[in-house]
C-alpha cells in the first residue's frame, strides 16, 4: 500500500481543448518536475499555440483502494508551451507512449498509456507515420521519465486490491493515433 500523487497534466490553447493528462507519481519524489521535463523535451513537434500546464499540487490517492488520502504539494510544476511554429495539425490526431512495469496482476503486466495529440502536421511523414527525429525525441524523453523512476503506473482497484509499479521501460510506436471526443 502506497499513496500516490495524482498529477493532472492539462492541455489548452487549440480548438477541441481543454484536455488532461493524468500521471501518478511516488509520494514526494518530485514526479512531477519529471513531467514538465518531458513535456519540454517533447514541445518541438506540436502546434503553435498549445500549452501544457503541470500541477504543483493535487490529490494523493491509496493505490490499494483507489480512495483520496490527502493531497500534495511540490516543487518543479508549471506551464510549458509548444515550441513550434508551425499550426496545421489534425485535431486529436498524434503519437502514443506505451508504458511497461515489471509488475504482474493477475494474468497481465502491469501496463499505461499516454496519448499525445495533437502533432503538428510536418511530424508525419510521406506514409502517414510520425518522422524518425520526431519518434527519437519522443522515445528519448520518455526513457528519460523511466530512468527518474519518479512517475508510477496505477493498476485501479477491481474487485481487489490495486497496485502500482515504476515504468521500466517506454516505447514510442511508430504509428499514428486518434482520440474521439465525447462531447457533442
Known sequence: ?????????????????????????ALGA?????????????????????SWTIP??????????????????????????AAS???????G????????TSLIVGPRRLMGRTF?????????????TIVTGNLTTLQTAATAVCTAASTRIWHRPNGGAGASAVPAAATVPDQVTSLKTRRR
Open 93 to 100: 490526431t498524434g503519437a502514443y507512449v506505451n508504458w511497461r
Open 1 to 25: 500500500m502506497a499513496d500516490l500523487e495524482r498529477i493532472v497534466v492539462t492541455w489548452t490553447g487549440l480548438s477541441g481543448l481543454p484536455g488532461v493528462s493524468v500521471f501518478y507519481g
Open 56 to 81: 504543483g499540487n493535487g490529490d494523493l490517492i491509496d493505490d490499494a483502494t483507489g480512495d483520496l488520502s490527502g493531497v500534495w504539494v511540490n516543487t518543479g510544476g508549471g506551464g510549458t508551451v
Open 85 to 91: 511554429g508551425a499550426a496545421a495539425h489534425a485535431a
Open 30 to 50: 518530485s514526479a512531477n518536475a519529471d513531467i514538465k521535463t518531458f513535456f519540454t523535451a517533447v514541445q518541438s513537434i506540436f502546434p503553435a499555440g498549445l
Open 116 to 128: 499525445l495529440a495533437p502533432i503538428m502536421n510536418s511530424a508525419y511523414d510521406n506514409s502517414g
